[in-house]
């Protein structure tokens, strides 16, 4: 049973640039979140996918945006990176049906240059 | 002020040694509380999930919500090597339903 993946593993930018980061839910999950992890800081929620729309954002700016596809994977897009968008990018899944938590992927590190 | 507070660290303890980690939280709708593991450059793993107060207990894990005092603990007995890792707490109003808030993590070295 696969859990939570993400890709890539790593990506280094430069300012202005856009990226794009991928995540696939553990099986049997709907609902995709993703979440800011800051060197030395717990991760900060960005925002949740359920029936691919957007259902709860946190404190971000527009230049974060998302999709979720009919299979259940999403992705996050950033624009215009700027240099304290270096970070780990972690996506977490779980299933609308129960009361279960969310489970994490291993992450996505990405460094703005 | 943050809506969860957690000490740093690092906490650094002998092999064998009980340890205690901590998180208080303000806001009062939080229901569902866990704790998460992380080793150095990896996805938080997790380790404890429990609902309202009371205690949960899991092999050498132990974790305890006390709502009245906003107040949440996690207990690691007979502490191993590779227990080293940051651990983090996180709340939710409505388990994966919603948004997780974290503590910042603290830190645990177990010297060998």
């Known amino acids: 049973d696969a859990g939570v993946t993400q890709s890539p593993t790593h990506l280094i930018k430069t300012r202005g640039q856009q990226v794009t980061l991928r995540c696939s839910p553990k099986?049997?999950?709907?609902?995709v979140s993703w979440y800011q992890q800051a060197l030395g800081q717990g991760p900060q929620f960005i925002f949740q996918?359920?029936?691919?729309?957007?259902?709860q954002r946190g404190n971000f700016p527009d230049r974060f945006s998302g999709h979720q596809f009919p299979n259940y994977s999403s992705e996050l897009n950033v624009n215009a990176l700027l240099l304290g968008d270096s970070a780990l990018y972690l996506c977490?899944?779980?299933?609308?049906?129960?009361?279960?938590?969310?489970?994490f992927g291993p992450g996505t590190r990405l460094l703005v240059l | 002020q943050k809506e969860v507070e957690q000490d740093p660290g690092p906490l650094s303890v002998p092999e064998g040694a009980i340890v205690s980690l901590n998180c208080t939280y303000s806001?009062?709708?939080?229901?569902?509380f866990m704790w998460y593991r992380q080793y150095s450059r990896k996805g938080p793993e997790l380790l404890m999930y429990?609902?309202?107060?009371g205690n949960k207990e899991d092999g050498r894990f132990t974790a305890q919500v006390d709502k009245s005092s906003k107040y949440i603990s996690l207990f690691i007995r007979d502490s191993q090597p590779s227990d080293s890792a940051t651990y983090l707490c996180?709340?939710?109003?409505?388990?994966?339903?919603?948004?997780?808030?974290f503590g910042s993590g603290t830190r645990l070295q177990v010297q060998p």
């Open positions: 996180a709340m939710s109003a409505d388990t994966g339903r919603r948004a997780l808030t």
């Open positions: 977490a899944s779980s299933f609308s049906g129960t009361r279960e938590t969310q489970y």
């Open positions: 099986s049997g999950h709907d609902t």
């Open positions: 996918y359920y029936e691919e729309e957007e259902r």
């Open positions: 806001n009062s709708a939080f229901q569902y």
């Open positions: 429990t609902y309202s107060s």
